[in-house]
């Protein structure tokens, strides 16, 4: 059986004749000429080097089929690895209760099956929330992790292709939760959100929740205005101001280390407003703020490896040792372009804000409205908009650094995004143009524009 990570968390242990039998669904939905080339059958035993070359085919093969915006968000692939994902952890289906918590702390108790998906799930908290239709897609379930002072570190967006329920209990951890937060990041949504009761109360929420855990920040005669907007419960006001305020609508990182301005700087990452904003500690102790703009991404990947080690080989290494990295290219000046790497468990996750902005922005270009980015119902069954398709987290790749320590590649994560070629780079030209996750929202920016 070959094991399929999620953010480096076993998703579920599948067969090669199970693969194959997706492999021959797909083929015959899509037909032979859209579906990746499948490692071939062999009549003896395999050798383990044999057994190795194939566990490289498949990862291979599961993250082009997921790269591919048609097979990647079909029904076929996601309900395939819903149910490995099942059988893995025998979880039988039954009803359950499932606590999903609000930005407040209030916890919204909803009976579902285990084997309900993340849309299922979403579905069921607006459904007792009382929250329209039309608004259920500005909202989106998060796993957590809940730390010491009561504020969440985010783990990533619960995807298409996993059960909720599963997800959360195979962790084996009370830390582990799942919220409810608002998943656009254009504030100017907020209107279609507030116009009603129920969205209304979960984005002052998540405001006030924010503000008291110091992700947006406040001065003295702010916070005594936001108090008296408070005891006044004007919600809609207190937003409004809210809104005015340093970091508003951005979601804050643990502290992490990156290479910029210099190697081993520790650095805090917040994302918002169509950037990511570093609070930089330099070695000096001073601290530097900046930004880096989404538009002038030329692309990003992430990275996952383990050092080399002597141990025997197939030792599965300590979770302490897998390292994360986030890298992306920057527009820094008109004719120069740099590499910029976050090394932080929180790696993928990032990237997924970064495609949800290009995407959200790719929608307002084309003149498209975000509530048509949302999903549709089409005879009862929830489909999803060609724009949302896009929503992808970029794949794991070969460090852009070649001077590095040497690296292995950890088996088997799950990836996904739609790539277009990128012509290459001299700061990583051993890196084929395949291996980027190019950013259709890239612009070429002059220098008097700095």
């Known amino acids: 059986a070959y094991n399929i990570h999620v ?74 690895l819903r149910k490995a994902q099942q059988e893995t952890q025998q979880i039988p289906t039954e009803e359950v209760l499932l606590e999903v918590l ?36 500005y909202f989106s379930l998060f796993l957590v992790r809940e730390t010491k ?4 570190s985010f783990v990533r967006k619960l995807q298409e292709f996993e059960l909720p329920y599963v997800s959360v209990t195979s962790l084996h951890n009370p830390e582990f939760r799942i919220i ?53 419960v004007s919600k809609k006001e207190f937003i409004r101001l809210a809104q005015t305020l340093k970091y508003y609508g951005y979601l804050k990182f643990d502290p992490c280390v990156t290479d910029f301005p210099e190697k081993g700087c520790h650095v805090v990452v917040s994302a918002g407003n169509n950037e990511l904003n570093f609070q930089v500690r330099l070695p000096n102790e001073q601290i530097k703020e900046g930004s880096f703009k989404v538009t002038r991404m030329r692309c990003w990947r992430v990275t996952s490896s383990v050092p080399m080690s002597n141990g025997p080989s197939g030792s599965s290494p300590g979770k302490s040792e897998v390292k994360l990295e986030l890298a992306f290219e920057y527009l820094m000046s008109k004719d120069r372009l740099q590499w910029v790497t976050i090394t932080s ?31 549709r119902r089409v005879n009862g069954v929830l489909r999803r908009s060609d724009s949302q398709q896009a929503v ?59």
Request: glycine share 6%.
């Open 7 to 80: 953010n480096g968390v076993l998703h579920c242990r599948v067969r090669y004749s199970q693969l194959l039998g997706l492999h021959e669904q797909l083929r015959k939905e899509y037909g032979a000429n859209v579906v990746p080339a499948f490692p071939p059958k062999k009549i003896f035993t395999l050798t383990p080097a044999e057994v190795e070359q194939r566990r490289e085919q498949l990862e291979k093969y599961m993250q082009a089929v997921r790269q591919d915006p048609t097979l990647g968000g079909s029904e076929t692939f996601n309900s395939f």
């Open 102 to 137: 609000l930005s407040n702390g209030q916890k919204v108790k909803v009976t579902i099956l285990t084997s309900d998906q993340t849309e299922d799930v979403l579905e069921a908290v607006a459904s007792k929330l009382d929250l329209p239709d039309d608004l259920v897609g």
């Open 149 to 152: 002072d009561g504020a969440f």
């Open 180 to 232: 409810l937060r608002k998943s656009y990041w254009d504030s100017a949504y907020d209107d279609d959100v507030m116009e009603h009761r129920v969205g209304l109360n979960l984005l002052y929420a998540q405001t006030v929740s924010d503000i008291e855990h110091g992700w947006i920040l406040v001065n003295k005669e702010q916070h005594r205005q936001l108090k008296s907007l408070q005891e006044k």
């Open 345 to 375: 468990p929180q790696a993928i996750m990032l990237s997924i804000c970064l495609q949800s902005m290009v995407d959200e922005l790719m929608v307002k270009k084309s003149g498209g409205s975000i509530r048509k980015m949302f999903r």
């Open 392 to 450: 992808k987290s970029p794949p794991l790749l070969d460090s852009p650094d070649a001077s590095r320590e040497p690296m292995a590649k950890l088996s088997s994560k799950l990836t996904s995004v739609s790539l277009r070629g990128i012509s290459h780079s001299s700061s990583a030209n051993e890196v084929g143009a395949n291996d980027f996750h190019g950013n259709y929202a890239f612009e070429g920016i002059g220098d008097e524009d700095l």
